[in-house]
């Protein structure tokens, strides 16, 4: 992975020319615009292609609406893959698994290795699996849950050919992960997003039925890659997401 280190030592992502394909895997629809929008639109720009998979599609989600279960998904899937172009995404998976009861099963880990297989990154970037006591909104129960089957789909189960050989018989050829980066934990690394966080608040706009009406939304987004620039020595006015990279292969 091409980086440089700030002053204090904490590396900076550079453009990567080893890197051509990337997958988000994310628990909820905003998960990942919340998180790696930013860093999503810094990859796209380099001509990386990103695609992304949503384990489930937020019919729990916490808005207000009447709406059914189904009809709430229905929506939040629109408002996904309108947020995913904003930052130059067109593909997008659902698994449609149930909002707020994601565990890490191997029915969910087959379900995370099919798509690797298909989209045959070079970097997966998920949620971290551990529970972040700081920001204890980082560490919903499902984002645990998918950053878990999503680390155990890397390793081993999308590079095993001896793991759910059905994928096999599906033409889902076996595909190894080399780099994995963790959103919602302490950074090892960021991503310098300056040049594109409007693009990520344009993306978190999508998101009509979950921030529509939450005042401040951009000024919030700011504040936070605003102290994850400085964390990591950053000079004054950039902006960032942080990751821990873990190198898997």
């Not at 999503?40 to 279960?69: F, K, M, P, Q, R």
């Amino acid at each position: 992975m091409s980086k440089k280190s700030t002053k204090n030592g904490l590396p900076v992502y550079e453009i990567d020319e080893s890197i051509t394909r990337a997958l988000v895997v994310v628990a909820h629809p905003d998960d990942v615009d919340f998180g790696s929008a930013g860093t999503i639109a810094t990859l796209t720009a380099s001509g990386v292609e990103v695609s992304y998979c949503l384990v489930t599609s937020g019919d729990a989600g916490g808005d207000g609406s009447t709406s059914t279960n189904e009809e709430r998904a229905a929506e939040r899937e629109r408002e996904q893959t309108l947020a995913a172009k904003e930052v130059g995404v067109t593909d997008l998976t659902f698994l449609r698994w149930p909002d707020g009861r994601v565990e890490v099963t191997l029915e969910l880990r087959r379900a995370i290795a099919g798509v690797i297989r298909r989209v045959k990154p070079d970097l997966v970037i998920t949620q971290s699996p551990e529970r972040n006591y700081e920001r204890i909104f980082a560490s919903h129960p499902d984002h645990l849950a998918a950053g878990e089957a999503t680390l155990r789909a890397v390793y081993p189960d999308a590079r095993n050919p001896h793991a759910f050989p059905e994928l096999l018989r599906e033409g889902l050829e076996p595909h190894t992960v080399g780099l994995v980066w963790l959103a919602g934990t302490a950074p090892t690394m960021v991503v310098d997003i300056t040049d594109h966080f409007e693009r990520k608040v344009a993306a978190l706009r999508q998101h009509v039925s979950q921030v529509g009406e939450r005042e401040g939304l951009e000024e919030m987004i700011r504040t936070w890659t605003r102290t994850t620039a400085k964390m990591a020595g950053l000079k004054k006015g950039r902006l960032a997401e942080g990751f821990r990279v873990v190198i898997t292969k």
